[in-house]
């Protein structure tokens, strides 16, 4: 049991994506940026994943924890039920931390194409309502919704460039 709340504790530690934390693998990659505006943003539950580690330790766990009940096949039984039993509650007390809260956003964007994008909203990240303006930064299938409130709504050409048609 004690492997499981171990487990636990580190998976409680794992941090998601937000609007101002990226992961490794977004460093050097460009993103595509459209423009919009919230029309809805609903609470959502999202399902996160395991990896199986919550279940291997609450096998683990189960089947030392029974390893000195009974003796002979009464023993191997008892090892057999804890391991079982184990690796369930293990299973689902993983699944139960990679469960967790986010954010369904419907945007209509400038070109008037109208997007669902759902996406963790950790603690500290704003969220959006309908009506607020917002950037929708898409890389490669991951998208997510960041303020635009702070970016003006009219740019120059940048100087140096001539776009020849």
Known sequence: MVAVLALAGMLAGCS???????????IGRSSVVEFG?????????IRGETSGLGGMA???????????????SGNAA???????????????????????VGIEYIVTL????????????PPEDRVFQAGNRVMVQTSG????????????????????????D
């Open 16 to 26: 998601t994506q937000g609007q101002s934390r990226y992961s490794e693998r977004d």
């Open 58 to 72: 609450g096998a683990a766990a189960g089947g030392i924890a029974l390893s000195g009940v009974g003796q002979g």
């Open 141 to 164: 299938s991951y998208r997510r919704v960041l303020p635009a409130d702070h970016l003006p709504t009219q740019v120059n050409r940048p100087a140096g460039i001539t776009v020849v």
């Open 37 to 45: 505006t919230v029309i809805q943003a609903r609470q959502v539950d």
């Open 78 to 100: 008892a090892i057999l039920g804890g391991v079982i039993a184990g690796a369930l509650l293990g299973s689902m007390a993983e699944q139960s931390m990679s469960n967790r």
């Open 110 to 121: 400038a070109n008037g194409t109208t997007v669902t994008i759902v996406q963790d909203q």
